[in-house]
């Protein structure tokens, strides 16, 4: 998948948060930005690329900060890497590093990692008491370290106001998934037990996000690749 205008790309997922294991698949992520003349055309461009082998997601410029003004925890971790996880990292994707905390608020972090990992433990219940096949048990597993890392990544973020992307004990995470494979209900107490703490917060988030740097950055990149659209068709 060849895609222009890549201004920041990573390498997300399991290796990002240090629980890959043998065989786990490198899953990346990134934004890219539509030349602007494009958008004034009658057909909407293309706003996400996914490919498979190699995984990979890209999300075009507005539709990544649509998605991290909501909270979304997937597009969220772009911002956050570890410097030697980044594959491409151009000014502008450092403009946009530097302003990553004008897109947090308390209530959609707190609504879209807690409801995340929800969505997992709903997946979890859904498998009954264990007596699954090989593969499902290890899905299971993975479902029950996203569960636990979401919960674990979102208070952090929701209490700081910064968010570590790689866990402190991956042992641990998958020894949890191990435990919840054999029987879903043993993640129940650990929602809970999120649900409560951020109830009881404090937060160190704004009740809305800043979206006056988000706008002026993305109009930055609009005039950006107008000014290079603008340029080819004078050289043309």
């Given amino acids: 998948m060849t895609v222009p205008n890549v201004l920041l790309s990573g390498i997300v997922g399991s290796t990002a948060y240090g629980l890959a294991r043998p065989g786990s698949d490198i899953d990346r992520l990134g934004l890219f930005a539509v030349p602007t003349g494009e958008l004034h055309g009658l057909r909407r461009p293309k706003e996400s ?3 498979t082998a190699p995984d990979r997601t890209l999300h075009e410029a507005a539709k990544w900060c649509r998605l991290a003004l ?15 996880l980044y594959e491409v990292r151009t000014p502008l994707g450092d403009e946009l590093i530097g302003i990553r905390t004008a897109f947090l608020s308390a209530r959609r972090v707190r609504d879209a990692y807690l409801g995340y990992a929800t969505q997992q433990f709903r997946r979890l219940e859904a498998r009954g008491d264990g007596s699954f096949s090989s593969d499902t048990r290890k899905r299971t ?10 919960c674990g990544q979102g208070l952090e973020l929701y209490t700081t106001g910064r968010l570590a992307i790689r866990v402190e004990n991956p042992d641990e995470y ?4 191990e435990h919840v494979a054999a029987d879903p209900s ?10 409560a703490a951020f109830d009881a917060g404090p937060t160190a988030l ?11 950055w993305l ?7 107008y000014t290079e ?3 080819s068709a004078v050289g043309a």
């Fill in 49 to 51: 690329h996914v490919s």
């Fill in 206 to 216: 704004p009740d809305e996000p800043d979206e006056a740097p988000v706008e002026a």
């Fill in 70 to 84: 909501g909270g979304n925890p997937t597009a969220m971790e772009l911002v956050w890497l570890p410097d030697d």
């Fill in 186 to 195: 043993a993640a129940l107490p650990l929602l809970r037990h999120y649900e």
């Fill in 141 to 150: 597993a993975k479902h029950a370290r996203h569960l636990k890392r979401l």
């Fill in 229 to 231: 659209a603008a340029c």
């Fill in 174 to 177: 998958h020894a949890f998934g």
């Fill in 219 to 225: 109009r930055r990149v609009r005039a950006h690749f």
